[in-house]
């Protein structure tokens, strides 16, 4: 059992919202990931500006991979009662030259002492074209865009004691704005890659009643590889050269790696965090 899955279903309820990256209320969606110490993170692994930087980065992930535009974020942070002020400047540092960067504004949140750093953040973004999960169709082509597998590699040298660059896919994850605006036209669905391909695929499968067509074989350790925040769409055969145009256009590749068809999709993938 997923009990990630499991939970999520206990509060869904008839003509629920919830089932997208983000759940939209009108022409607005809200969205909401959790960053927490020794879950997603270790202290000794990233400073408290890349602490803050990721921590935002990867919610705005959520309204990027909607095809909407960020507009605010509110944020919880839990901190541990030894932390230094200077800490707790680079930490919100991050934060909000991170946000500054996608145009977000931190208008409000709570923050609260704890025995480690967990941080909470809300992010309400704008749409009036989103692109959800649901919309895949048999005979879609799926694919991913830019290279992924790093981040588990990457954090496999650090459970190790190794250290990886502050540009790594880790430490600092690139979202495919650009390329979602301007593909959303030619797209069917979507969402980001947090959980690793075959976690994510199935999720879409799931969300369609669809199976996939694997046309390449992947390494379990590149396919699996889960916070990559690359984005997964699919697309009716027809639109490939649009799309590849696109795709040269916003320098973002991309990778064809399934075909929908009808049936079940299985994970192959352990839960990443349960």
């Excluded at 969300?207 to 390494?219: C, M």
Aim: proline share 3%; net charge positive; glycine share 8%.
């Amino acid at each position: 059992m997923n009990i990630e899955n499991h939970f999520i279903s206990l509060m869904s309820q008839k003509h629920s919202r919830i089932g997208d990256d983000g759940a939209i209320v009108g022409e607005w969606i809200y969205s909401k990931d959790i960053f927490f110490e020794n879950v997603h993170f270790k202290r000794q692994w990233l400073s408290p500006y890349q602490i803050g930087t990721k921590a935002m980065m990867i919610n705005i992930s959520d309204a990027i991979a909607m095809n909407a535009l960020p507009k605010y974020a509110l944020v919880g942070a839990a901190m541990p009662r030894k932390m230094g002020l200077g800490d707790m400047a680079e930490l919100a540092r991050g934060m909000r030259e991170c946000a500054d960067v996608f145009g977000v504004e931190i208008i409000g949140g709570d923050t609260i002492s704890n025995s480690k750093l967990d941080l909470s953040i809300t992010i309400v973004s704008h749409s009036k074209n989103p692109l959800l999960r649901t919309g895949l169709k048999v005979g879609d082509l799926i694919a991913h865009t830019g290279h992924i597998g790093d981040s588990l590699r990457q954090l496999r040298y650090l459970i190790a004691g190794g250290k990886v660059h502050s540009k790594s896919r880790f430490v600092s994850p690139v979202l495919r704005q650009k390329f979602i605006q301007k593909a959303r036209p030619y797209l069917h669905c979507g969402m980001d890659i947090s959980d690793g391909l075959y976690s994510d695929s199935t999720k879409l499968c799931s969300a369609n009643r669809l199976g996939l067509q694997w046309s390449r074989k992947l390494h379990k350790n590149v396919a699996c590889s889960g916070e990559e925040y690359e984005m997964l769409f699919a697309f009716h055969p027809r639109h490939k050269h649009a799309l590849m145009r696109i795709s040269q256009r916003t320098r973002t590749p991309f990778t064809i790696v399934a075909t929908a068809k009808r049936g079940k999709l299985s994970n192959r993938c352990k839960a990443h965090h349960f």
